[in-house]
């Protein structure tokens, strides 16, 4: 048995070597590099931060030149007081250019400037949490999915480990008939549990294959992408609950609909802002030159300076701006309703959550000493059978409680570190490793 054993390891190190070794931490490093979906929150982030200016805000002032250039051909018919001094021609030339340069700049108009800008900052800070929430959540899949390959390789133990009990089994009753103490359907019922076994292997092979597949679709590699994983699990027992809690807060999607509410309020300012006055300052330089080949002026020139101040009260529009203001106050309350909402959604999750991981770990310290006593016991009634004194229903009983053992066991090892995968995400505590 030990042999066959260790033939097939032997092969399975050999088909390993040349696949590529990956460890968790290389999974998530993958998958944070690669993840269309951080790429795209990387992207808003970064439209965030180039619109956090005061001038989107309108804060800075507004320069404009300007140029124009008309040529004209023109008939002029004038007549004067002394006949002498009337023209009469036809296709006259005539110029008109005018240059100007002029800047502007916002005075006030009810602090609007400050609360966009204000809002600009909130919508960077935002999108920051919202790609803190995306790494959190993508690290969380690619370890969910990672141990369930840990998991289903793990259950092909339990199988090679069954298997090596059935052919120890079926060598026993073969030896037994060559002396004449075992029947042909004995031998042939151990045969037929061989085959189911192998059969069980085959699939539970399919199960790991495709489980990496999904986990190289994960982390955003070819799905053919040879990988091996060698790894057990191991939960931390020691997550509390008052510290889920107490973190919970900082969670990042938490952290953005608080924003959004802040947001939602700098809108109100803005809309607000609305029914204020607007005053703005004026200057600049302008260029005029008219020519005319003839007519009453053949040139006018005139250039300077000028300063100008400009003041736009509103007196009455309709009262769209009131109606502005009111419904974007009822988007902010839209907005806190939401943050509740999502709040108390988070908090449940946390309770379930925690319930079920402390019951899983509750579960799993009887589990792990019915699996050693389980395992005790197919080596007690495999020796006794070879000694003759079990049974070969005796044998298959032993192996079917080892075989349920190994995946109740292994069930609930995962099923613990998923929940506590769950508990440290909403606790904002997942590490990058």
């Not at 023209?87 to 008109?96: L, Q, W």
């Amino acid at each position: 048995m030990k042999k066959t054993l260790l033939f097939y390891f032997s092969v399975i190190s050999l088909s390993c070597f040349a696949q590529q070794r990956m460890s968790l931490a290389d999974a998530i490093h993958t998958a944070l590099q690669n993840s269309y979906d951080i790429r795209l929150a990387k992207n808003n982030l970064e439209i965030s931060g180039i619109n956090n200016n005061i001038g989107v805000a309108g804060g800075l002032p507004v320069i404009t030149a300007t140029g124009n250039d008309n040529e004209q051909v023109t008939s002029i018919n004038q007549k004067f007081a002394d006949p002498a001094r009337d023209t009469r021609k036809d296709n006259v030339g005539s110029n008109n250019l005018t240059v100007g340069v002029t800047g502007g700049i916002l005075l006030f108009n009810g602090y609007r400037v400050v609360a966009t800008k204000k809002r600009l900052e909130e919508l960077q800070q935002q999108n920051q949490q919202l790609l803190n929430a995306q790494i959190q959540g993508t690290i969380a899949a690619v370890m969910t999915k990672y141990y369930d390959v840990v998991r289903q390789q793990t259950y092909l133990k339990t199988i090679l480990q069954s298997i090596e009990v059935s052919k120890k089994r079926l060598e026993i009753l073969q030896v037994r008939k060559e002396v004449g103490l075992s029947n042909q359907a004995d031998i042939l019922q151990a045969q037929i549990d061989l085959n189911a076994l192998l059969q069980t292997l085959q699939s539970q092979e399919l199960v790991i294959g495709q489980a990496k597949t999904d986990l190289l679709n994960l982390i955003f590699l070819k799905p053919d992408s040879p990988i091996s994983i060698s790894d057990t699990i191991i939960v931390d027992k020691y997550v509390h609950l008052d510290t889920v809690y107490n973190r919970l807060i900082l969670h990042p999607v938490l952290l953005a609909a608080n924003q959004q509410i802040r947001i939602n309020e700098l809108i109100e300012r803005e809309t607000a802002a609305l029914r204020y006055p607007t005053l703005r300052a004026t200057t600049g330089f302008n260029f005029t030159s008219n020519k005319s080949a003839a007519g009453f002026s053949l040139l006018n020139q005139s250039y300077g300076p000028f300063l100008g101040i400009n003041l736009s009260v509103p007196i009455y529009n309709g009262a769209i701006s009131k109606r502005q203001q009111q419904v974007a106050a009822i988007n902010t309350r839209n907005a806190t309703l939401q943050r509740d909402n999502l709040l108390l959604d988070y908090e449940t999750g946390v309770v379930r959550t925690f319930q079920a991981y402390t019951n899983t770990l509750s579960q799993l310290q009887t589990e792990q000493q019915n699996y050693l006593l389980s395992t005790q016991l197919l080596d007690l009634v495999l020796q006794k059978f070879q000694l003759g004194q079990a049974t070969i229903i005796d044998v298959k009983q032993a192996q079917q409680s080892f075989e349920n053992e190994g995946y109740r066991l292994v069930n609930l090892n995962f099923a613990a570190k998923i929940a506590e995968i769950e508990l440290k995400r909403l606790a904002n505590q997942l590490a990058l490793l």
